[in-house]
C-alpha cells in the first residue's frame, strides 16, 4: 500500500532528506536553547554544527517525520557530549579514598555526607568521613551534623591546622578500624586563590586518591567552567560533581564542563537532603534540557501546523466519497502555510523514501491552485460534470491549458480511488499522519 501512497502523492516530488533550510533554522533555535541553559557559546556553536552535518547526510526515515528525527539527533548528539556512557566511581584500594575539591558553598560537605550514605546503603560500605576543612570551626561541625544524621563516623583533629596531616592520619585510622571508603572534604575559598590550590594539591599528592572529584554548583553556569578548567589544571581530577541541580537549575553547565576538561560527571546533587544525590545519566540530562528548553517544541511546531480537526473532517468526507476540489485546495494550503515543498515531503510517512530522487518544484502547486479556482462550486465537488467546453473555460481563465487541466483531473480522480482504497487501513493511519 504503501508503495501506492507514494505513487498517489507524485505531484509531491522532492528530496528524502531533511533539507538545508530546514536544519538551519531549527539548529538556530537549539543553539539559542543551549545557550538559554547556561552553555557557553563555543560549545554550543560546536555542538549545532556537529548536528547540522549529521541530519544533513541522513535521509528521512520513513517511520519518523523530520520534527522526530531531529529532535532525535539532537538527544543524541547532547547525551554523547556529556560522555554517552554512566560513569561510575572508582572504588578499587584498601580503602578506598575519595578527595573531594571545589569552592566554598559548591557543596562539598553536603556532597561528602550524600556520598558516605550512598555507599554505605546502596553499594554496603563502611565510610569513613574526614574533615580537612580547618579554618572554620563550624566546618568541622557542619561535617558532625552530618555524620551524625546518616550512622557515619567523622574523623577530625579540632587542634591541628595541617589537612595534610589529618588526611594521612585519617587514613591510618581507617586501616585500622576497618572503614573501606575514606571521604575527605576539604575547604574552599569563595575564589579560586593560588593558597587553596597548593593546600588542596598538596594533600592530593599526600594521599594519592582513588577519586578526585570536583563539586561544582550547577546555578553558577559559566563560572562554573572556568573554576573546573583551574581546579583540572592543578589535580587533574576524576570526575565532576554537579549540585544544586534541583528547581529549575538548567543544567547547562554539565555540557560545558564536561566539553572543557573532558572529564566525566559522575553525580548529580538534587537537593539539601542526605538522599538527594543521583548517579549522572547522560540520556536523562539530555532530556532535561531539552525538556526545558524550546527544542521540542520547536521541531514539533511544523507538524501541529496541520489542523487535526481539518484532517479528521477531510477522513469523514473521504469515507462518504465527498472529496472534492475544493477540499484538495485546502489540503494544498495546509500544506504551504507550513513552508516549502522541500521540506514538506518528507513529512508524508513513505513519500520520502520514494521521491527521494524525483526533483520538485515548489511552483508545482500553483498552477494547481489557479485550476481549481476557475472552476464552478459544482465543478469543485462534482468533477465529473467538467466536460471539453468546461475544460476550456478553466484552462483559459486560469492561464493554463486543457492538458494540464486534463492532467488535474486525472491525478485527482487518481487520488480520490486511492484515498477511497485506503480508508479501511493504512490510508487511515496516513492521514492522521497528515494530521499530526
Ligand atoms: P561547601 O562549602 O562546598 O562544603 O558547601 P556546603 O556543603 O556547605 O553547601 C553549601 C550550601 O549549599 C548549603 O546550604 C547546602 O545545604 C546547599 N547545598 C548543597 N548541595 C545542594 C543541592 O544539591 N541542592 C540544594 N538545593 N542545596 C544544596
Ligand atoms: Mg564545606
Not at 558553598?105 to 580537612?132: D, E, Q, R, W
Not at 586518591?209 to 567552567?225: K, N, R, S
Not at 508524508?348 to 472552476?375: C, N, Q, T, Y
Amino acid at each position: 500500500l504503501s508503495d501506492k501512497l507514494d505513487k498517489a502523492l507524485h505531484v509531491l516530488k522532492g528530496h528524502g532528506s531533511i533539507t538545508e533550510v530546514n536544519v538551519a533554522e531549527t539548529l538556530k533555535e537549539v543553539r539559542r536553547a543551549l545557550l538559554d541553559a547556561d552553555v557557553n557559546f563555543k560549545t554550543a556553536k560546536e555542538f549545532t554544527n556537529t548536528v547540522k552535518e549529521k541530519a544533513l547526510g541522513q535521509n528521512v526515515l520513513t517511520t519518523l517525520q523530520p520534527g522526530q528525527l531531529m529532535v532525535k539527533l539532537v538527544k543524541d548528539e547532547l547525551t554523547e557530549l556529556m560522555g554517552g556512557e554512566t560513569a561510575g566511581i572508582n572504588l578499587s584500594g584498601t580503602p578506598t579514598v575519595i578527595l573531594m575539591s571545589g569552592l566554598q558553598g559548591s557543596g562539598k560537605t553536603t556532597f561528602s555526607g550524600k556520598l558516605a550514605n550512598y555507599l554505605k546503603t546502596k553499594k554496603a560500605k563502611k565510610p569513613l568521613l574526614v574533615a580537612c576543612d580547618i579554618y572554620r570551626p563550624a566546618a568541622i561541625n557542619q561535617l558532625h551534623v552530618v555524620g551524625d544524621q546518616i550512622g557515619v563516623e567523622v574523623y577530625s583533629e579540632p587542634e591541628n591546622k595541617n589537612p595534610v596531616q589529618i588526611a594521612q592520619n585519617a587514613i591510618a585510622h581507617a586501616k585500622q578500624n576497618g572503614f573501606n571508603v575514606v571521604i575527605v572534604d576539604t575547604a574552599g575559598r569563595l575564589a579560586i586563590d593560588e593558597a587553596m590550590m597548593t593546600e588542596i594539591a598538596n594533600v592530593h599528592k599526600a594521599i594519592n586518591p582513588q577519586e578526585t572529584l570536583f563539586v561544582v554548583d550547577a546555578m553558577t553556569g559559566q563560572d562554573a567552567v572556568n573554576t573546573a578548567k583551574t581546579f583540572n589544571e592543578r589535580l587533574n581530577f576524576d570526575g565532576i560533581v554537579l549540585t544544586k541541580l534541583d528547581g529549575d537549575t538548567r543544567g547547562g553547565a554539565a555540557i560545558s564542563i564536561k566539553s572543557v576538561v573532558d572529564k566525566p560527571i559522575k553525580f548529580i546533587g538534587t537537593g539539601e537532603k542526605m538522599d538527594a544525590i543521583d548517579v549522572f545519566h547522560p540520556a536523562r540530562m539530555a532530556d532535561r534540557i531539552l525538556g526545558m528548553g524550546d527544542v521540542v517544541s520547536l521541531v514539533e511546531r511544523a507538524q501541529e501546523q496541520f489542523d487535526e480537526e481539518e484532517a479528521r473532517k477531510i477522513q469523514k468526507k473521504i469515507a462518504k466519497n465527498q472529496f472534492g476540489f475544493d477540499d484538495f485546495l485546502n489540503q494544498i494550503q495546509q500544506v504551504k502555510k507550513m513552508g516549502s515543498m522541500k521540506d514538506l515531503v518528507g513529512m508524508i510517512p513513505g513519500a520520502g523514501k520514494a521521491l527521494k530522487d524525483v526533483d520538485i518544484d515548489d511552483d508545482a502547486f500553483k498552477g494547481i491552485e489557479a485550476i481549481i479556482h476557475s472552476m464552478t462550486p459544482t465543478e469543485r465537488t462534482q468533477p465529473s460534470v467538467i466536460n471539453g467546453s468546461r475544460k476550456k473555460r478553466i484552462a483559459s481563465g486560469s492561464g493554463t491549458s486543457v492538458q494540464q487541466v486534463n492532467q488535474l483531473l486525472k491525478q485527482f480522480d487518481q487520488m480520490s480511488k486511492m484515498m477511497k482504497m485506503m480508508q479501511g487501513g493504512g490510508g487511515r493511519k496516513m492521514m492522521q499522519a497528515m494530521g499530526k
